[in-house]
């Protein structure tokens, strides 16, 4: 018994490692896509929606906003979190596909300028909903933060994007679904208004 115990111990202990190995384990060009401003900046603009939370959840605990103000507000923050995630998996599942490759590396200003539109139409909800009603609700004492000075150089740094992923095109065939959905998708990606403490 000891020994099968030891035995599963060193077997786990491997597993474990391997497993963390893989993760730490992303390729150069992965890499390198993720630090374009696209990225960054997109990380930035999540950044700021999660801070606009987190100061209304807090000034809600002080101010006793009615369940249904918080409710619009959550809600409204859901519906605009829902929009910029899901330009993450379009841009993922872009890169999946062999056809959005294609479109990507073939028509880049074609492909930037659809995307151009999904962010400004992100944003756009946004500034209509969880902006305008975390700033009714607060009094104006929470404002959402905008991110209208943000979407140039998002636009720009997904030209930059584009390059690297010229640059590696045979890497970047090679990515699968797990590896973009941990690194790109999970890590972007708007959080659930529960999670934002």
């Known amino acids: 018994m000891i020994m099968k115990n030891i035995v599963f111990a060193v077997l786990l202990s491997f597993f474990s490692a391997s497993l963390f190995a893989q993760g730490a384990n992303i390729p150069n060009s992965l890499s390198e896509l993720l630090n374009t401003d696209f990225f960054t ?17 807090k000034l809600s605990e002080e101010e006793n906003y009615s369940a249904e103000d918080v409710e619009i507000v959550r809600d409204a923050y859901t519906a605009s979190a829902e929009k910029f995630n899901e330009i993450l998996l379009n841009v993922k599942n872009d890169l999946l596909s062999k056809r959005g490759r294609k479109m990507l590396l073939k028509f880049p200003d074609a492909y930037s300028s659809n995307l151009e539109k999904q962010l400004d139409f992100a ?19 929470v404002l959402g933060m905008p991110f209208l000075e943000l979407l ?5 740094g997904m030209k930059i994007a584009i390059q690297v992923i010229k640059k590696f095109q045979a890497e970047v065939r090679k990515y699968n679904d797990v590896m973009l959905q941990e690194h790109l998708v999970e890590k972007y990606k708007f959080d659930d208004w529960s999670k934002l403490i």
């Open 123 to 141: 944003n756009e909800y946004y500034e209509q909903t969880f902006r305008k009603e975390i700033a009714r609700v607060t009094n104006g004492e």
């Open 152 to 156: 140039p150089v998002i636009l720009k």
């Open 41 to 57: 900046q997109y990380e930035e603009i999540r950044e700021r929606a999660h801070t606009s939370v987190k100061a209304f959840k």
